[in-house]
């Protein structure tokens, strides 16, 4: 269970971005978090994160995130970048997946053992041993996305994981995020993505909930979506 | 490729470069890290005039280069704006030390001209020994091997994100030079009025990149310190290596080595 209570944040003081914003997500709830280009969506992962010192708590099954608990609560929160270039640091895909269960104690056997097995699961074998920057930028979102799978976190903050994606590697991650067990929260701007992945929405604007609600009725309330700048999901729109 | 990017390519071709495989890239860095600051170290204790025991000192890139399939016209290239400023440094001591050595027929050789060409090798050779190291192990585990020297972590993150900035930054630098070329077609640099903007956004842009990053690692579990995933380096093997070389530095610094097989070849003569 994520708790996020009365959250305010600014990068400068008296310009808040994320103004007391509070939700609950369950244990193995996929929740849409929408909004505008700036709306504050990255924000508010990089404060759940501890990445960003925001006033107010968010509590990762019982442990409150603050600079003392952070290896404990970033062991329990994947975090996939929007920025995938950011993600990957080490030269080869398989060192980037090998960096984090190295650091959280996995020994080389199984370390290599849970690369392929995630590498398969998402059919991108061949970017095992690739290098990272002859990668293309679809690719390297896979592969981001593996590195964070790998870590076998209790739950997974996605931000914008399927652009850049082509049409087929979309589809792929939208299968891989409906077979996860873990807690889901995903951040897009494709909104038919989240009407396929997730069961509740959180609506956001110039940094405040708006509306936070089942998938299906926030997705097809027209007005509310326009309002706040953004349009029906184009499998809505077409009826 | 515009200039920036030339740079990005060299470092990350470097960064390939550790990754092949070869005998001396499966020694472990460790050693290979000792091997190298012993090596730069004896070179550099010669005496100014002792050409001809700095040049024995070839001995070690020439071997390497040999054995590690790094190629030495590749180093040379990468060296093309060093060797400059190493030759900078030298270039007066001709014009100062004056005192005749020897004479070659009409030329008076003097302290100078030695000493000049002396620093030369030096500097060349450390900077050989440099790429070799550079070439051969992945700068993780070349900064797992200084944490193993118990230096200390700060030190040792600051120099990896110091060499994963300079990436970052490189990238900036191409993006937005192509940016910027892109929409001033007829210019061949970037206009001097807008160097102000354009590095006060580079650096504003490379150090959120460079957060970023470092939050990356942070997710992940980066504590300071380093667990390598190459294969399983051979620690005897590596020992033998780092004995080996200690050896062969100790008896090419002691013994006059280049004066032995020179009088070696006067006596056949
Ligand atoms: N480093 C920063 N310093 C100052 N302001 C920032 C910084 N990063 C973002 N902002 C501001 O905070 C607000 C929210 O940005 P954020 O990146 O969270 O938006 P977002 O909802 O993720 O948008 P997008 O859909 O474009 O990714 C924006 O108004 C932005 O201008
Ligand atoms: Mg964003």
């Known amino acids: 269970m994520i708790e996020v209570k009365n959250l305010t944040f600014a990068y400068e003081k008296e310009k808040p971005v994320l103004h007391d914003i509070s939700f609950t997500v369950k244990d193995g709830e996929r929740i849409g978090l929408i909004g505008a280009n700036g709306a504050g969506k990255s924000t508010l992962m990089k404060v759940m994160l501890g990445l960003l010192d925001g006033e107010g708590s968010v509590i990762v099954e019982g442990i409150p995130v603050t600079q003392k608990t952070l290896a404990e609560t970033r062991k329990k929160l994947g975090f996939v970048l929007q920025n995938s270039d950011n993600q990957m640091f080490m030269p080869k895909v398989y060192d980037d997946m090998a960096f984090g269960l190295l650091n959280y104690g996995m020994n080389k056997e199984e370390t290599e053992k849970k690369i392929d097995e995630v590498l398969s699961s998402m059919h991108i074998e061949y970017l095992k041993d690739r290098y990272n920057h002859r990668i293309s930028g679809g690719e390297k979102r896979m592969a981001a996305i593996a590195t964070v799978l790998a870590m076998e976190p209790s739950a997974l903050l996605m931000d914008e994981p399927t652009s850049a994606l082509d049409p087929k590697n979309r589809r792929m991650i939208i299968q891989i995020i409906n077979d996860l067990k873990q807690t889901c929260i995903i951040t897009s701007h494709d909104l038919d993505m989240i009407m396929d992945t997730c069961s509740r929405v959180i609506l956001i604007d110039e940094g405040r909930i708006i509306k936070d609600g089942p998938a299906v009725e926030i997705l097809r309330d027209r007005k509310l979506l326009e309002a706040h700048g953004m349009e029906l999901p184009l499998s809505l729109s077409r009826l | ?269």
Not at chain 2, 198 to 216: I, P, V
């Open chain 2, 1 to 269: 490729m515009n200039r920036a990017q030339q740079a990005l390519y060299e470092m990350k071709q470097t960064d390939e470069l550790a990754m092949m495989d070869s005998p001396v890239h499966r020694f472990s860095a460790l050693s290979k890290l000792m091997v190298t600051v012993i090596y730069i170290v004896t070179v550099m204790s010669f005496s100014k005039y002792d050409f001809g025991g700095v040049f024995m000192m070839a001995l070690y890139p020439y071997l390497v280069f040999q054995l590690s399939g790094l190629s030495f016209k590749l180093c040379m290239y990468r060296m093309r704006y060093v060797i400059p400023l190493v030759a900078f440094v030298g270039i007066f001591n001709p014009f100062i030390d004056r005192t005749v050595m020897f004479q070659a027929r009409f030329l008076s050789v003097t302290g100078g001209m030695i000493s000049f060409v002396t620093l030369m090798i030096k500097g060349i050779l450390c900077l050989c020994a440099a790429f070799l190291l550079s070439g051969t192990a992945p700068v993780d585990e070349i900064c797992g091997a200084l944490r193993r020297l118990h230096v200390p972590s700060v030190f040792v993150t600051v120099f990896l994100l110091a060499y994963r900035y300079m990436s970052v930054l490189m990238e900036e630098v191409a993006v937005m030079s192509d940016a910027y070329h892109l929409r001033a077609p007829r210019q061949k640099g970037i206009a001097f009025e807008t160097w102000g903007s354009f590095l006060g956004q580079l650096l504003l842009r490379s150090m959120d990149r460079a957060q970023e990053l470092y939050a990356a690692m942070q997710l992940r579990g980066y504590d300071g310190e380093f667990r390598q995933t190459g294969n399983t380096k051979d620690r005897s093997v590596s020992f033998v290596w780092f004995v080996v070389w200690t050896a062969v530095f100790l008896i090419l610094r002691f013994v006059p080595v280049a004066s032995l097989i020179g009088n070696l070849f006067v006596r056949q003569l």
